[in-house]
């Protein structure tokens, strides 16, 4: 019997036997959901028809899916032109376990990008030949990758994406890239194909200059999150700055993290925008982020040194007149690990390894424990160790939430082409998903089920509504929440447009005829600062047990 067939049984009998026990007893298990989908999920975006898009990259060479010829892509080898026949991007259907090839054409390797208002994927920038190219792909049946050649003003490889408050996306950074731009141009809401790029323009951010540590760089996929106010947090390498993009001109800097240390690509940490109350008399913002490769980490590992990856994190309160960073130690070191923030407001921290840095065969000793980080305990009561993986997820590995409150893991790519065999971390093909400990079965008769309003419910800023739920054992109104999520996408260890805003708690009213229900009612944010328009997931809260989510639409 496997670990979690003995946690499942444990749990099932304590169950049973009417027993009662703490969150904390069961932490969470692993199943399999496919062997092979044939490329290694480098990239991953949830949309909002519950498929899942993942992509690597064309130059790794022929994936495990064939198209026919009339997909193959043109590649370029250094030496000669050539065709591959094979796809480097799927869509995976979370409802059947299943998944199809997409046609790609450019290279998306280490590229960024984002859902945005209508909820089709915007994906920008890549390696070579596709650092410049706009990918669209529309959550519709059958539907492809369109490719807007020369879309972006300049190469984006390694950049970060956010949506702003008016639907477009600000791409900041990129290889050599100490610029930012803004796709489609802010004046162009409801934009298409066709649409020209006149009058739009990148703008430079000496802030990149500033955080570059020469040929390591340090400084790549920075950390971006929309502040409540509408102007921009970015963190690179080891400090961050308040930035109005509108005028191209830093509010703030704030102060360096202690020790120093790097945290961007290939350094690489992660970071989360922490989840924002929207009833507190006044939001606080506050930003984490943990773990990371020390100074010098990345040419010792390049000389075959692997150094002991970072075990802190640091928090910082940005809406605070006096921000500080405060730092806090987490149960194992972790490099090229991921941040999601889950539905009842706690952090998970997954993948990665703990020694040496992202990049080729940089990287050492697999976590295979994911991390909770629970924000609200006291500070030495706020990590958590969960059940491991048998899976090494190290460079390249992705992570996102779904709709059902699963983890979905695939990746894990330590190699400049597929490599299978015969090499100390193989090219990981498979998708698994972990279930956090929301989701044991003693905890199925606190776990509320959303009967109104459906999934795909628009609504506009400010707008109240009311959510009808059920929960099989009695109800604590005081301990229900609802929650919205921004699914974000995710790539080397970032989770770009990640959001989680905290609706409302409590005010709760019971309706025990003709059945016993629940009702709570809420008002969507009041503006694009707090939620840009786009799709979320909605989630009921009770007891830190999260419902299945439901798709909302806030409408620009």
Not at 436 to 452: E, N, V
Request: overall charge positive; some cysteine.
């Amino acid at each position: 019997m496997n670990k979690q067939s003995v946690v499942l049984f444990f749990c099932h009998v304590l169950l049973l036997a009417g027993m009662s026990f703490s969150h904390s007893t069961c932490t969470g298990y692993w199943t399999l959901l496919q062997d092979a989908i044939g490329i290694s999920a480098m990239h991953m975006q949830l949309l909002h028809n519950d498929r899942v898009v993942m992509f690597d990259g064309t130059d790794l060479g022929p994936s495990n899916v064939s198209f026919p010829k009339a997909k193959c892509s043109r590649i370029y080898n250094g030496r000669r032109i050539g065709f591959d026949c094979t796809t480097h991007s799927v869509e995976y259907d979370v409802a059947t376990n299943s998944f199809r090839p997409l046609a790609i054409q450019s290279s998306m390797w280490c590229s960024s990008g984002g859902a945005v208002h209508y909820g089709a994927l915007v994906q920008t920038g890549g390696f070579k030949a596709g650092d410049r190219t706009v990918r669209i792909l529309k959550p519709c049946r059958g539907c492809d990758w369109e490719e807007i050649p020369m879309g972006l003003l300049t190469r984006r490889w390694y950049a970060t994406n956010h949506i702003l408050p008016d639907g477009s996306q600000i791409i900041v950074g990129g290889r050599n890239s100490f610029s930012y731009e803004i796709f489609p141009k802010p004046a162009s809401f409801y934009w298409h194909l066709a649409e020209t790029k006149s009058a739009a323009k990148a703008y430079s951010l000496p802030f990149l200059v500033q955080t570059n540590d020469g040929e390591i760089e340090n400084n790549l996929y920075p950390f971006v999150f929309l502040h409540i106010d509408g102007s921009l947090f970015i963190f690179a390498n080891n400090r961050a700055i308040l930035f109005d993009y509108s005028k191209n001109r830093v509010l703030k800097a704030f102060p360096e993290i202690r020790g120093g240390n790097p945290r961007n690509y290939p350094s690489t940490g992660s970071a989360v925008m922490l989840p924002l109350d929207l009833q507190a008399k006044s939001i606080q913002v506050e930003v984490m982020i943990c773990g990371g490769a020390p100074k010098g980490a990345h040419i010792k590992a390049r000389n075959g040194v692997f150094v002991k990856a970072l075990k802190t994190c640091a928090r910082i309160k940005i809406t605070s007149p006096n921000p500080k960073w405060l730092i806090e130690i987490m149960p194992l070191p972790r490099v090229m690990g991921d941040m999601l923030l889950l539905p009842n407001g706690n952090v998970l921290l997954i993948n990665g390894g703990s020694f040496g840095t992202a990049g080729w065969e940089l990287g050492r000793k697999p976590v295979l424990n994911p991390v909770l980080y629970r924000p609200n305990k006291p500070p030495g009561a706020r990590f958590e160790m969960n059940a491991p993986s048998k899976i090494p997820r190290m460079y390249h590995s992705t992570a996102i939430l779904l709709r059902d409150g699963r983890i979905l893991v695939g990746g894990s790519n330590p190699h400049p082409v597929y490599n299978f065999s015969g090499a100390l971390f193989p090219t990981e093909l498979s998708i698994e998903a972990f279930h956090p400990s929301y989701l044991d079965p003693q905890f199925l008769a606190l776990r509320p089920t959303i009967l109104t309003p459906w999934s795909q419910m628009m609504l506009l800023h400010g707008q109240s509504f009311k959510v009808e739920f059920t929960v099989i054992d009695e109800l604590d109104p005081t301990e229900v929440s609802v929650t919205m999520l921004a699914p974000p996408f995710n790539t080397h260890s970032f989770s770009m447009n990640q959001r989680l805003l905290v609706l409302g708690v409590g005010n709760v009213t019971t309706n025990i005829w003709p059945d016993l229900k629940y009702e709570v009612e809420v008002s969507a944010p009041v503006g694009s600062n707090i939620a840009p328009p786009g799709f979320y997931l909605l989630f009921v809260v009770h007891q830190c047990i999260p419902s299945e989510g439901i798709w909302i639409q806030i409408l620009g």
